[in-house]
T-cell receptor
Framework: AQSVTQPDIHITVSEGASLELRCNYS??????LFWYVQSPGQGLQLLLK??????LVQGIKGFEAEFKRSQSSFNLRKPSVHWSDAAEYFC?????????????FGKGTKLSVIP | DADVTQTPRNRITKTGKRIMLECSQT?????MYWYRQDPGLGLRLIYY???????NKGEISDGYSVSRQAQAKFSLSLESAIPNQTALYFC???????????FGPGTRLLVL
């Protein structure tokens, strides 16, 4: 079974600083990987996804992530954080099971932004 | 209008009561999902449905049941609510390829 680890429960950065959120996965085949963001009181919004091809993927809101097979990682980055980026971020790995698509989520990383 | 809607958005109920959470979507997707989110645990899959006639248990289906009334509607029921079912519940949908899931705004449930 696949699993996802987000090692950092809570990260605090200053506005304008760079950001990297870590995600490690365990999956036997080539994974489908996702990052979602959950703002306070909101649902989950898809930031970006990796299925195949270029290992550096661009997403919305200026985020990007890089798939590194050798490290089983899919870290999320942003060069300059804005106060509105304060939210909880979830990494997820997808599998194809029984004809459908099941996501396994990490436990999330809460991002706080200092003005 | 939102593509995936959930009702109610908030609900307080008592132990032993039966409650239903509803999900509707206008994305035209065949696949629908119910998750629960608990602090520090991420999201866990309760049930998923490929189409109206196909329903499958997820990781934590005990204590829950579902109904797929139409392609666009997928309901989650707690037959006899208990306090440890207090959580945030999300509905999601995905298309035929199934790869990307789109989430509703969530229902916050408190069981007293």
């Amino acid at each position: 079974a696949q699993s996802v680890t987000q090692p950092d429960i809570h990260i605090t950065v200053s506005e304008g600083a760079s950001l990297e959120l870590r995600c490690n996965y365990s999956y036997g085949a080539t994974p489908y990987l996702f990052w979602y963001v959950q703002s306070p009181g909101q649902g989950l919004q898809l930031l970006l996804k990796y299925f195949s091809g270029d290992t550096l993927v661009q997403g919305i809101k200026g985020f990007e992530a890089e798939f590194k097979r050798s490290q089983s990682s899919f870290n999320l980055r942003k060069p300059s954080v804005h106060w509105s980026d304060a939210a909880e971020y979830f990494c997820a790995v997808g599998q194809s099971g029984a004809g459908s698509y099941q996501l396994t989520f990490g436990k999330g990383t809460k991002l706080s932004v200092i003005p | 209008d939102a593509d995936v809607t959930q009702t109610p958005r908030n609900r307080i109920t008592k132990t032993g009561k039966r409650i239903m959470l509803e999900c509707s979507q206008t994305k035209g997707h065949d696949r629908m999902y119910w998750y629960r989110q608990d602090p520090g645990l991420g999201l866990r899959l309760i049930y998923y449905s490929f189409d109206v006639k196909d329903i499958n248990k997820g990781e934590i289906s005990d204590g829950y049941s579902v109904s797929r009334q139409a392609q666009a509607k997928f309901s989650l029921s707690l037959e006899s609510a208990i306090p440890n079912q207090t959580a945030l519940y999300f509905c999601a949908t995905s298309g035929q390829g199934g790869e990307t899931q789109y989430f509703g705004p969530g229902t916050r449930l408190l069981v007293l």
